[in-house]
């Protein structure tokens, strides 16, 4: 885990297609209330809570209430973990990819 003691794994938390679309719908606006982002999917008031618990438990979102009502917001911070990772393999890829160039271009000549 990293330093913000998250209780979840981020590869974890965004393994799963709806948090994704979570994520991306959440860095698209400031905060989101949850009935707004419900209005998002096809499913329940309960099974978008529940992904936005283990977002929320990777330190993924952050939420606050405003009178009884909840927002959403992104804290995209835990990403780097997976950016740094990502990172370190499209160097494999960019060495690969170069190789890969190179033959293709002798089998040419």
Known sequence: MSENNQLRDVY???ADPTRRRLIRLLAEAEEIPLHELTS???MGRTAVSKHLTILKEAGLVLDRKVGRETRYSLNASPLREIQDWVAFYSKFWGTNMLRLNQLLEEEDE
């Open 12 to 14: 974890d938390a965004i």
């Open 40 to 42: 998002q999917f096809q």
